[in-house]
């Protein structure tokens, strides 16, 4: 499912979450689910200027928990 208004490559842990909760969100009103399951993978920037990847995960019920 799309993330709308998240870029392909998410940076930061914020836009990756994000992605991910808006992933499940769509996920689960595709199919008019129960149960909606997000992923999304970003890259975060250190202090001293190296990247490490991130990945979220999220989900989204029909009573609007995540």
């Known amino acids: 499912a799309e993330a709308p208004g998240v870029p392909d490559q998410p940076v930061g842990d914020d836009e ?11 996920a689960r009103l595709a199919l008019d ?11 975060v920037e250190l202090e001293d200027g ?7 995960a999220a989900v989204a019920l029909r009573d609007g928990r995540e």
């Open 33 to 43: 689910a129960d149960i909606g399951v997000g992923l999304e993978g970003g890259v």
């Open 16 to 26: 990756t979450i994000r992605g991910a909760v808006q992933r499940a969100r769509a």
């Open 50 to 56: 190296a990247m490490r990847s991130c990945a979220w």
